[in-house]
């Protein structure tokens, strides 16, 4: 049986989160990179995780047996909108379950727009979920963490920029179409992904725009050079409206991850 244990910490500007009593806490250490100004007046800051060896957190899309991360920074200074960019993660296999996240270390890049010039400061709350045999939700508190207005960029961060998904152009794929079709209470899709191999078992993680749509894992196969991914996707309550310009195809494979926007009809 799965174990949740609850535990808060306090992430502080560059500092290892505190010690806690509770010995899981120990896993995970959290501190917010500062980042720097860009051109355009926006901010480039960065959230580190740092997990004690065979523990791993999870990716925004985690699978049936992850824990997805919920960022809140409504308490933030002179801050507008908060985008969190996903470097590459890693693909789990636990007890025949799939699971979509990071182990030992990961930076979150936040691409941060100003409500006006000026000085800005974080204050918010993430609640994550780390993993071992056991499974321990955690809450990050940030307090009011004021970010330089330097132009000079931070390796860290610019690293983890570098190490996100090809672009469906950059990875060289020619074409992708979805195949959608009403099933007993749920749509059953079939994309269709011409591409070279990402290496690897590859898995695609099928996402939608819209968060009351449950998507299950998808079952892929390479058919030559045409990658086939299968899913099921049930709405909360009521018919499916299923947005296709919504639609967001991730290629996971050993040597690279493509990020697909979009799948028009076949």
């Not at 060896?53 to 824990?67: E, F, L, N």
């Not at 998808?218 to 058919?223: G, H, I, M, N, Q």
Request: net charge negative; hydrophobic share 40%.
């Amino acid at each position: 049986m799965t174990t949740f244990r609850t535990l808060t910490l306090m992430a502080g500007l560059l500092l290892p989160a505190l010690p806690m009593a509770n010995p899981y806490a120990d896993n995970l250490s959290v501190r917010v990179l500062p980042g720097w100004r860009q051109a355009d007046g926006s901010h480039m800051a960065a959230i580190e995780l740092d997990l004690s060896a065979g523990w791993k957190t999870y990716w925004r899309a985690p699978g049936d047996a992850g824990v997805p991360p919920v960022f809140n920074w409504s308490g933030s200074d002179n801050v507008r909108h908060v985008e969190v960019i996903w470097p590459r993660p890693d693909v789990f296999w636990s007890n025949g379950y799939r699971s979509i996240g990071y182990h030992d270390r990961v930076v979150l890049p936040l691409r941060i727009l100003l409500g006006a010039p000026g000085p800005v400061s974080l204050d918010g709350q993430i609640q994550l979920g780390i993993c071992e045999d056991i499974c321990v939700p955690m809450v990050v508190d940030l307090s009011e963490l004021s970010l330089p207005d330097t132009r000079r960029p931070e390796p860290a961060i610019a690293a983890a920029l570098a190490d996100q998904p090809y672009s469906a152009r950059e990875a060289g794929v020619r074409a992708v179409s979805c195949d959608i079709r009403p099933a007993s209470g749920s749509i059953s899709l079939r994309a269709e992904i011409e591409m070279p191999s990402a290496g690897g078992d590859e898995v695609v993680v099928i996402e939608t725009d819209d968060p009351s749509i449950w998507v299950s894992e998808s079952e892929t196969r390479r058919e030559g050079g045409t990658l086939v991914a299968t899913a099921e996707l049930v709405a909360g309550a009521g018919a499916v409206m299923l947005d296709r310009s919504g639609l967001r195809l991730t290629v996971l494979g050993d040597r690279k991850a493509v990020d697909i926007r979009g799948c028009p009809a076949g």
